[in-house]
T-cell receptor
């Protein structure tokens, strides 16, 4: 599994756009990128997943450059409730195979007024 | 659709005792994984069960074991508890498994060993 590197923490003001970048230099051809969000004392929650270029859903956007060695999670207009830890994961896209999510240290996002 | 249910939510045990945690996955999901989360080590994979068979295992001692029933409900057991086993234990449910599917996590069981 490709190792990921993220900033340990980030601060933002409410209403701003937040971009969290994840580095995964050893990503393999079959790997794709998934982001999870975790609030204190709760399980992680899936945010977004992508393989290349750009993916957008109602919560966030994921930007993946052509070389796929990094990815950026973009949270538009954050609110206080977006304060959480964000994890970037990289793994194979083979359906039905054994699953082992490898979480790094994550990025602790603190949103203030 | 009901989410992943873990019971109990909180548990206090004494060193040397054993404990059993339960996880009910989302209906129709066949893959159940267990994770341990501590402040020092972060989120670490324990094991995964699929159709009652363990198909993946993390680097934890044999004191940690699990099983899955025919209805996909899973239990994990920790024997001879140590202080370092104090953690949040999370269960994740997936439809089939494999990294390209979304994992749904329960709220966890907070285990405190005293």
């Amino acid at each position: 599994l490709a190792k990921t590197t993220q900033p340990i923490s980030m601060d933002s003001y409410e209403g701003q756009e937040v971009n969290i970048t994840c580095s995964h230099n050893n990503i393999a051809t079959n790997d794709y990128i998934t982001w999870y969000q975790q609030f204190p004392s709760q399980g992680p929650r899936f945010i977004i997943q992508g393989y290349k270029t750009k993916v957008t859903n109602e919560v966030a956007s994921l930007f993946i450059p052509a070389d796929r060695k990094s990815s950026t999670l973009s949270l538009p207009r954050v609110s206080l409730s977006d304060t959480a830890v964000y994890y970037c994961l990289v793994g194979s896209r083979i359906t039905g195979t054994a699953s082992k999510l490898t979480f790094g240290t994550g990025t602790r996002l603190q949103v203030t007024l | 659709k009901a989410g992943v249910t873990q019971t109990p939510r909180y548990l206090i045990k004494t060193r040397g005792q054993q404990v059993t945690l339960s996880c009910s996955p989302i209906s129709g999901h066949r893959s159940v994984s267990w994770y341990q989360q501590t402040p020092g080590q972060g989120l670490q994979f324990l094991f995964e069960y699929f159709s009652e068979t363990q198909r993946n295992k993390g680097n934890f001692p044999g004191r940690f074991s699990g099983r899955q029933f025919s209805n996909s409900r899973s239990e994990m057991n920790v024997s001879t508890l140590e202080l370092g086993d104090s953690a949040l234990y999370l269960c994740a449910s997936m439809a089939l498994g494999g990294m390209n599917t979304e994992a749904f996590f329960g709220q966890g069981t907070r285990l405190t060993v005293v």
